[in-house]
């Protein structure tokens, strides 16, 4: 993937790798997310070029809000996995440590 670094327009190949010239990437979801929109993932080559013109004169690249949060919000999920998951396996663990318990409480009341 062909992109463009958001800290300082220079090329990159990927939108998430570090930059050569800069030795930044992005950090946040909403930084890689404007890092993705920066990429020829989504824009063709030539456009690609006036945004990389624009981010290194520093008048910036102003992005669509939704278009971010979007992207961002599928960054989140990937990166931390599925939130219900991980509740569903510690509420598991917490019915059979409980199962546990009223097993030993009934086996010691029928032994004697
Ligand atoms: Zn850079």
Do not use: Y
Not at 4 to 29: E, F, M, N, Q, Y
Not at 39 to 60: F, M, P, Q, V, Y
Not at 66 to 78: F, G, K, L, Q, W
């Amino acid at each position: 993937m062909n992109a463009v670094c958001i800290h300082c327009g220079k090329r990159k190949s990927g939108a998430l790798t570090l930059c050569g010239v800069c030795g930044r990437a992005p950090d946040s979801s909403e930084e890689m997310a404007q890092a993705v929109l920066l990429s020829d993932h989504n824009l063709l080559g030539e456009d690609l070029g006036t945004l990389a013109a624009r981010i290194a004169s520093g008048e910036g690249v102003t992005f669509r809000t939704e278009d971010v949060e979007r992207i961002a919000r599928n960054i989140d999920v990937t990166r931390k996995g599925r939130p219900w998951k991980s509740d569903w396996i510690l509420v598991l663990v917490g019915v059979l440590f409980f199962l546990a318990f009223v097993m030993a409480v009934l086996i010691r009341s029928t032994q004697r």
